[in-house]
């Protein structure tokens, strides 16, 4: 059924996200996790520079770099 498949796709998806989150842990700085939390909590760009008082490019440059230790980290394909 429906429901079966549903619970199926958030289990999947919840033990990747426990993935993500020791990945998160092991690899990032603490500068890092911080501005990854915050776009996952739906900040922007200048915003998130103006709350660490840096500016937009640095904020750029650090979740880029973050993003590329966790893909790294969790061997994510960029076809994915």
Do not use: C, M
């Amino acid at each position: 059924s429906t429901d079966v498949a549903d619970r199926r796709a958030a289990d999947a998806f919840g033990d990747r996200r426990d993935e993500l989150a020791r990945a998160t842990q092991e690899v990032l700085s603490p500068r890092q996790r911080r501005i990854v939390e915050l776009t996952a909590g739906g900040w922007g760009v200048p915003e998130i520079a103006n709350e660490l008082g840096t500016t937009p490019e640095r904020i750029s440059d650090e979740k880029y770099k973050a993003i590329r230790k966790l893909r790294n980290h969790l061997r994510v394909d960029d076809a994915v």
